[in-house]
């Protein structure tokens, strides 16, 4: 059943665009937050318990470092099939959830939208205009997001946004605000343009990109190292930072990341001096301040008991390493170690 709030349906709603946010944790609260606030689109969010129950009582909340938000989306539903088709639809669920909404999502989609999904690690299409197109097994197990929603009709999103949900419906921005959007095939479109557009006008810093997937590997280097010894150890970026042995840990898996991302195609190892360092800060970007206890998305699951992104971050760049032949013994070492903690959380 749809509800929600009637504040931004008024006289000509129906010219604007639809933009609709499949799942409101963190990343998807702090978009709905900023479309919300903007007010130039038809907003709809995709949220299911008691975060649906906490945004249709309180609306979306959004505290920031300098202000605090609160919008009400037109509509706040937990049936996806219900909403009419959407001009743009933001895919901010876990990797391991999105098989599982293929067919939500090829409905809002419907015949001249597309999806743009925001996630950790590699992406469902990554193989899409390749010499071997393929669903990956790890992510799409059924290939269900292949075959339903196909790569044709989507957009990648490389996300700088340091966000958690510390309440339902309330989500904190610590800092950065970089979105990185692309095309599978790396085109430059209009409907990439236009989508750039769209999310700088809501006030979140995009941008279009030509070479995704190198975009990719650069955030890499981040969460292979920084969201695994995080979620492992629970310690804050910071915490890391301060301990010279995982300091070398981290660099060790960041090191694999370039290997086998030039095996791919993409050159990372101008970044991966910029990502240590950026460590060593507490996860704080050159010329800002740092952020004292910041919890990386997987440290955020664990100490929730949520499943892992494991398989994303982690396993499936072991998968094209050992396809491409080359070593990847830092995420040898870890990769186990994760998918056991990741089964110990399904089995609670």
Request: hydrophobic fraction near 45%; aromatic fraction near 4%; charge should be negative.
């Amino acid at each position: 059943m749809i509800t929600g709030s009637e504040r931004n349906t008024g006289d000509g709603a129906g010219d604007k665009l639809k933009v609709c946010i499949f799942g409101a944790g963190a990343v998807g609260g702090y978009l709905a937050a900023r479309f919300g606030r903007a007010g130039n689109v038809t907003l709809s969010v995709v949220a299911r318990g008691s975060q649906k129950d906490a945004i249709l009582r309180d609306g979306v909340r959004l505290q920031t470092p300098s202000e605090n938000i609160t919008v009400y989306p037109d509509i706040v539903t937990d049936s996806a099939l219900e909403l009419p088709e959407q001009d743009y639809t933001f895919v901010t669920v876990k990797v391991g959830a999105q098989p599982a909404v293929a067919r939500d999502v090829r409905h809002l989609v419907g015949l001249a939208g597309h999806a743009i999904f925001a996630a950790n690690g590699v992406p469902w299409w990554w193989k899409y205009g390749t010499a071997a197109p393929a669903a990956l097994s790890l992510l799409d197990p059924d290939a269900e997001l292949w075959t339903e929603l196909t790569p044709e009709r989507v957009l990648g999103c490389v996300v700088y946004s340091a966000n958690e949900v510390i309440s339902p419906g309330v989500v904190r921005h610590l800092g950065n605000n970089r979105w990185v959007i692309g095309e599978p095939d790396g085109a430059l479109t209009s409907r990439l343009q236009s989508t750039v557009e769209i999310l700088r006008h809501a006030g979140i810093h995009a941008e279009a990109s030509q070479d995704l997937r190198t975009e990719i590997w650069a955030k890499l280097l981040r969460n292979a190292s920084i969201n695994s010894l995080c979620a492992l150890t629970r310690l804050p970026v910071d915490g890391l930072a301060e301990d010279a042995e995982l300091l070398k840990q981290a660099e060790a898996l960041a090191q694999d990341i370039v290997t086998v991302a030039k095996s791919q195609g993409s050159d990372v190892s101008l970044q991966f001096s910029a990502a240590c360092e950026q460590l060593r800060r507490g996860g704080a970007e050159a010329g800002t301040p740092p952020v004292r206890g910041l919890r990386p998305s997987m440290l955020q699951d664990v100490l929730a008991s949520r499943p892992l992104e494991v398989e994303a971050i982690v396993g499936q760049v072991q998968a094209l390493a050992r396809e491409a032949g080359v070593a990847c013994p830092a995420i040898d070492a870890v990769l186990p170690i994760l998918r056991g903690l990741n089964r110990s959380i399904h089995s609670k």
